[in-house]
């Protein structure tokens, strides 16, 4: 693996994450909720950013923008369909396109739905994958501005990435997520043994993100459903859910 990925916890919940090639000493920042976070990891490693890449328009993946942008002059890319959204993006891109960082090159998604104009980054190379607020560890993304089929081709777009990719979401949603998957699936247990792993994970207080294709093709409700309608009924029944 060429690159070193660090997380940032942001805001209540988020995950930024910092992305450095150290072949050609690039470093990049996904989805930045907010700067001073960032700037100062960055400092504290000695990186220089000189990338911000945004999956979607929501505040808390580009809150940070333009602050990073001002401090260290670095290059935005963020999606073209939410482009009148985010005023800082310097390229825009959509699905097929590439994007570099230094020596590595990441392909990317449209995985509407979250948000219109959502899309994830793929490094094949690299196995990783940044995937916003569409999948989640057990979850998946609110359809704030797209339907239950879209949400269904997302799932079966990043189902068919390598089961080794590590996805790495913008939120630690991972228990909350695991009670209501343990609600649909009670009799999977994968999921029993996964939920397990979690809750003793949180009560050290650690992460849980990133996940893999193998782990969320094993447990996630949502990339478990069988036609849209299923996905439709679990996400209607998970906006609803308190366990
Ligand atoms: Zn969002
Ligand atoms: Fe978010």
């Given at each position: 693996m060429a690159l070193e990925i660090v997380r940032i916890p942001a805001l209540d919940d988020n995950y930024i994450w910092l992305v450095h090639e150290p072949v050609s000493g690039e470093t990049m920042v996904v989805?930045?909720?907010?700067?001073d976070p960032v700037l100062a990891e960055a400092e504290k490693r000695g990186w220089h950013i000189t990338q911000i890449w945004n999956t979607h328009w929501h505040p808390d993946h580009i809150g940070g923008n333009a602050d990073i942008k001002t401090a260290t002059g670095c290059h935005v890319t963020g999606p073209a369909a939410e482009a009148a959204k985010i005023n800082t993006l310097d390229t825009l891109v959509k699905e097929g396109d590439t994007v570099r960082l230094g020596a590595v090159q990441a392909r990317v998604l449209d995985v509407p739905?979250?948000?219109?104009g959502h899309i994830a980054y793929h490094f094949a190379g690299e196995d990783a994958a940044f995937v916003g607020d569409t999948l989640f560890a057990m979850g998946c993304g609110r359809l704030f501005e797209g339907s239950p089929a879209q949400m269904y081709a997302n799932m079966r777009k990043l189902e068919?990435?390598?089961?080794?990719t590590r996805v790495y979401c913008a939120h630690e949603y991972t228990q909350s997520n695991g009670r209501y998957a343990l609600h649909a699936e009670p009799d999977n247990a994968a999921l029993v043994a996964r939920m397990a792993e979690v809750d003793a994970a949180r009560a050290r207080?650690?992460?849980?993100?990133?996940?893999?294709i193998a782990l969320e093709k094993a447990t996630n409700p949502f990339m478990r459903a069988t036609s849209v309608d299923e996905l439709a009924a679990r996400r209607a029944a998970k906006d609803n859910f308190r366990g």
């Open positions: 989805d930045p909720a907010e700067a739905a979250h948000t219109a068919a990435l390598p089961e080794a207080g650690e992460p849980t993100v990133p996940t893999t």
